[in-house]
């Protein structure tokens, strides 16, 4: 048996897309699998998430895996792509690309003039992505403006089927900067279907931040990542208080058990030493499993239902806890017992906070030692 286990619950992914779709019924949904669906394996879970209306990916190699293993529904690409050769892939596979940059827009109608050159006139869905305001990708309020123009001369099947941008603080409620990207984005959208008369193009603005906190911002597609996976994405919050549940319960064992002297210290560097006797457990888990190495002492891990705080460096296989609050529930450690790192019981919060990042990255990070089961 496999010692290190990420076990995925399906049933808890289909109730959180439950959850996205609960808060704005009216809305199409593109749930966001990029990054192995962040860390979980996407083909399942593309699967359990069969009631979204799309897929989005961060890259092309991603779209193409998922068609290549014969997912079939709509794939938007949030990075776009950037050469003829994989705009005609796009063409054909009925991907859609958000496009970001002026070269990228431009090598779709060199694309699309040469396919009508050979007789070929394809029409493609594609996004245009705005910068509101995030200053990473997007076209500026200028370039959108020159590009209406050049637009206006251009047949209908040159223009784009959406249009979108990003939030750069959608996780801090009050920040100022939401409704100042909000407004930017409907006045550039205004003023671009202005010149086209392109209104009815899908608008997309709200990632899970925006879902669970700001309806102004919902328009036609959201696009949830984390909260699917089931957390929060606001700090000092968990899945829980969004009525989310977890998704991944990443898994180990205690392999080994030690009765230590006051003053005896612990691990590589004997950087934490017993403050009084004490009762150690040692896990098998580690950063070679993608147990984050700067876990600080104090985060939680459960044993037996009861929270067990990490003393000690986190090490490449092994970490070790104080069990004292498992006698103090009057409860005796085994070599054996089951311990969760996060997930059921233990919000993956709680670990991201006290290793001071953020539960996105514990998710990704899980290397290809621990063994996936999914029910
Ligand atoms: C363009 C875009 N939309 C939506 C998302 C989903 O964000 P979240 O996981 O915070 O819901 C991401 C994720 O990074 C993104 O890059």
Redesign the pocket.
């Known amino acids: 048996m496999a010692v290190v286990k990420a076990t995925i619950n399906l049933q808890a992914l289909k109730h959180n897309l439950s959850q996205v779709k609960k808060r704005a019924p009216q809305c199409k949904v593109m749930s ?1 699998i ?1 990054a192995n669906a ?1 860390g979980h394996g996407v083909l399942p879970v593309a699967k359990a998430l069969s009631e979204s209306d799309a897929y ?1 990916v ?1 890259r092309f190699d991603e779209a193409l895996f998922l068609r290549q293993q014969e997912v079939q529904k709509k794939i938007v690409i ?1 990075g776009g792509v950037y050469s003829r050769e994989d705009f005609l892939v796009c063409i054909d596979q009925h991907f859609e690309p958000v496009l970001h940059t002026l070269e990228q827009i431009q090598c779709l109608f060199d694309t699309l003039q040469w396919l009508g050159s050979k007789g070929e006139q394809k029409s493609f869905d594609y996004w245009l992505k705005v910068d509101t305001g995030m200053h990473r990708l997007g076209l500026s309020a200028d370039e959108l403006n020159g590009l209406s123009h050049q637009y206006q001369t251009l047949t209908a099947r040159f223009s784009p089927s959406g249009f ?1 941008s ?1 939030f750069a603080c959608a996780d801090e409620i009050d920040n100022k900067l939401n409704q100042v990207q909000n407004l930017k984005f409907l006045q550039q959208y205004e003023s671009f279907s202005k010149v086209n008369n392109s209104d009815k193009l899908s608008l997309s603005m709200a ?3 925006a879902i669970l906190s700001l309806p102004d911002a919902h328009y036609d597609w959201l ?5 699917l996976y089931g957390v929060s ?1 606001f700090a000092g919050r968990t899945g829980k208080d969004e009525n989310l549940l977890p998704v991944m319960t990443l898994s180990s064992q205690l392999i080994a058990i030690k009765q230590l002297k006051q003053g005896d210290c612990i691990g590589y560097g004997a950087s934490w030493c017993c403050p009084k006797a004490m009762t150690i457990g040692v896990i098998a888990i580690g950063y070679g499993d993608g147990y984050p190495r700067h876990a600080k002492a104090g985060t939680p891990v459960l044993i037996q239902g009861a929270e067990v705080p990490l003393v000690g460096r986190v090490s490449m296989d092994m970490i070790t806890v104080d069990l004292s609050p498992l006698q103090a529930q009057e409860k005796t450690a085994q070599v054996g017992d089951n311990a969760i790192l996060w997930g059921d019981g233990l919000p993956i919060e709680y670990v991201s906070h006290q290793a001071d990042t953020i539960a ?1 990255e514990l998710l990704c990070q899980i290397t290809p030692r621990v063994s996936f089961e999914y029910k």
Request: charged share 10%.
């Open positions: 966001v990029k962040y989005a961060a949030l979108m990003h990632n899970s931040a696009r949830p990542g984390i909260m994405p996105y």
